[in-house]
């Protein structure tokens, strides 16, 4: 069975302020695939990355990066400077790689950043 | 830039009754997804849609789901018979590609909000 954990609920920061959140991860399955969403206070969902278990790069997009560790399957995300902008529930979530590329993610609990002026 | 669009933004059914949600995925995309939330829960994926077909379902999307792309631009999620556990936050998402070793996006609508009396 998959499961993901998101350890921290709550997360409060000042602007600024560098902060990780956390996913660590249960899987059987030698190939899949991590994901991370925001979740703004309107409600919406974004889609923020997708990466596969073979690739252990770290990825950075602007104030965003991924820290991917399969030896203590660990999937972290790291915003640096954040901004205000950046409250929201933060959502990671694993999947089996199933054929042609599809996948059925399971989702942690979400961790609520709160980032204040 | 194109948008996922879902109607209508708020659903009220009575329990028993169906409903069909109505998303517009962007026009190049090709796979087409179902999450829902709780409110207050975490995401919960429901289906995608690939090639007029299911691609992948989860143990939710069960005999009282149903998805039709009924003409070109229209991808449904019919619930035949609401129970009061079906109130949630329905969100459709569309990708141009499937994923794979290349990060696809998926891009997600504002949601339905269901409400079943």
């Known amino acids: 069975a998959q499961k993901v954990t998101q350890a921290q609920t709550e997360i409060s920061v000042v602007e600024k302020e560098d902060v990780t959140l956390d996913c660590v991860y249960e899987t059987r399955d030698t190939t899949y695939y991590l994901f991370w969403y925001k979740q703004p206070p309107s409600g919406e969902l974004v889609f923020l990355i997708r990466?596969?278990?073979?690739?252990?790069q770290n990825e950075i997009s602007g104030r965003y990066s991924w820290n991917f560790q399969k030896s203590t399957s660990s999937f972290n995300f790291t915003i640096t400077a954040s901004q205000v902008v950046d409250s929201a529930v933060y959502f990671c979530?694993?999947?089996?790689?199933?054929?042609?590329?599809?996948?059925?993610?399971?989702f942690g609990r979400g961790t609520s950043l709160i980032v204040h002026p | 830039e194109p948008e996922v669009t879902q109607t209508p933004s708020h659903q009220v059914t009575q329990m028993g009754q169906e409903v069909i949600l109505r998303c517009v995925p962007i026009?190049?995309?090709?796979?087409f997804y179902w999450y829902r939330q709780i409110l207050g829960q975490k995401v919960e994926f429901l289906v995608s849609?690939?090639?007029?077909?299911?691609?992948?379902k989860s143990e939710i999307f069960d005999d009282q789901f149903s998805v039709e792309r009924p003409d070109g631009s229209n991808f449904t999620l019919k619930i035949r018979s609401t129970k009061l556990e079906d109130s949630a936050m329905y969100f459709c998402?569309?990708?141009?590609?499937?994923?794979?070793?290349?990060?696809?996006?998926?891009?997600f609508g504002d949601g339905t909000r269901l409400s079943i009396l």
């Open positions: 979530a694993l999947s089996e790689a199933l054929a042609g590329g599809s996948y059925i993610p399971t």
């Open positions: 998402a569309s990708s141009e590609g499937s994923g794979g070793s290349s990060n696809q996006p998926q891009h």
């Open positions: 026009s190049n995309h090709l796979y």
């Open positions: 849609f690939y090639n007029n077909e299911i691609s992948e």
């Open positions: 990466r596969n278990s073979f690739d252990e």
